[in-house]
């Protein structure tokens, strides 16, 4: 299962993090997603970490958005700065994790809440 936190309302401008929770009988956890979906719009991919760091984002978020893992943990976070209100939406968290049957599935978590307005 994976449990997404730390939504909420947030002037321009302004930064709010994320944190996805991984949890579950599973070997390890490959590579870790962040997604959003505004309304009336589909879901757009906003960063992606793999097992050992590597980072990659969108140009829509570049610069601004940071994720980061802690795989201790089973962790995932998002940290948000400069936001502006386009980046109002739904925010979830998804990964890729290698159960102990040996298979890679691919999970997504309940949707957090990000809304961008003064």
């Known amino acids: 299962q994976l449990q997404a936190s730390g939504g909420g309302l947030v002037q321009p401008g302004g930064s709010l993090g994320l944190s996805c929770e991984v949890s579950?009988?599973?070997?390890?956890?490959?590579?870790m997603y962040w997604y959003r979906q505004a309304p009336g719009k589909q879901r757009d991919l906003v960063a992606t970490?793999?097992?050992?760091?590597?980072?990659d984002y969108p140009d829509s978020v570049k610069g601004r958005f940071t994720i980061s893992r802690d795989n201790a943990k089973n962790m995932v976070y998002l940290q948000m700065n400069s936001l502006k209100p386009d980046d109002t939406a739904v925010y979830y968290c998804?990964?890729?994790?290698?159960?102990?049957?040996?298979?890679?599935?691919?999970?997504w978590g309940k949707g957090t809440q990000v809304t961008v307005s003064s």
């Open positions: 579950g009988d599973f070997f390890s956890i490959n590579a």
């Open positions: 998804n990964a890729d994790v290698l159960e102990s049957d040996f298979r890679v599935r691919n999970y």
């Open positions: 970490i793999t097992r050992n760091g590597p980072t």
